[in-house]
């Protein structure tokens, strides 16, 4: 599947997981010291919160896990299916992400927890999104698959496996794309605060537009070979 993607959705796919990694490095670093691209340790400290009997924590964290369970939901019934597929809804989502980015940065600015819920609803949606787009090859929000691939596929080709260098490459891209957004939204939230969401607004935003874009350009060229022909 990776060898069948085009360069444009390898660029997307590495620059949606430098957004990603900014808003959770920006979310961890807010008021509630939590993650929002991932829900595994949200999981884990709902479980170890609820031993403790501290329901006020437990019931936090869960609606951070539902919040994000939600935006996959909406990018499964918006998108509607699998299989990479020219205007299925790509640039809506990635247009209603940079909205919800955009309003966490206010509800953050505000003190309001419900900052942290929105941010874990733009990640679950974009998260589903790519994901879907590229055959659940991608995780843009994420990198414990990614990690358990590199290093799976080096323990494979040392043992004397072929190496899809391909692959390698792209998980690798994607690592060095959200540990390098992990580091810049840190360095910016020092200075910044939550202002510094909105690059990962812009960068959603103009994601979505430039794929409108593309889309509408592509039907012109292949009605005016329809035409032609």
């Known amino acids: 599947m990776i060898n069948r993607l085009p360069a444009w959705v390898w660029f997307g ?19 509630t010291g939590q993650a929002v691209t991932h829900v595994t ?34 990018s499964g019934l918006i998108i509607k299916g699998e299989t990479l597929r020219l205007g299925r809804g790509y640039g809506f989502i990635l247009l209603l ?3 919800l980015l955009l309003i966490s940065l206010w509800l953050y600015h505000h ?7 929105v941010a874990s609803l733009a990640c679950g949606l974009q ?9 659940a090859v991608l ?25 899809d260098k391909r692959r390698l490459l792209l998980y690798c891209l994607l690592l060095t794309g959200f540990t390098t957004g992990g580091a810049l939204g840190a360095f910016l939230f020092m200075s910044l605060r939550y202002s510094s969401l909105m690059i990962p607004v ?8 430039a ?16 035409i032609a022909g």
Not at 202 to 209: F, K, N, Q, V, Y
Not at 211 to 226: I, T
């Open 111 to 117: 003190s309001s927890f419900s900052g942290q819920l």
């Open 202 to 209: 812009l960068i959603t935003a103009s994601a979505g537009i």
């Open 127 to 135: 998260n589903a999104m790519v994901s879907t787009f590229s055959g």
């Open 13 to 31: 796919g590495v620059l949606l997981t430098f957004s990603a990694g900014m808003v959770n490095a920006i979310a961890y670093l807010s008021f």
């Open 97 to 99: 992400e940079s909205c």
């Open 41 to 74: 340790g949200s999981i884990t400290l709902a479980s170890v919160e609820a031993a403790r009997g501290s329901w006020q924590s437990t019931v936090h964290l869960l609606a951070v896990v539902l919040a994000f369970f939600v935006g996959a939901f909406l």
């Open 139 to 163: 995780r843009t929000t994420h990198m414990t698959g990614i990690l358990t691939d590199i290093g799976a596929k080096l323990g494979r080709w040392l043992r004397g496996a072929p190496m």
């Open 211 to 226: 794929y409108m874009v593309h889309v509408v350009r592509l039907r012109r060229q292949q009605k005016s070979l329809y």
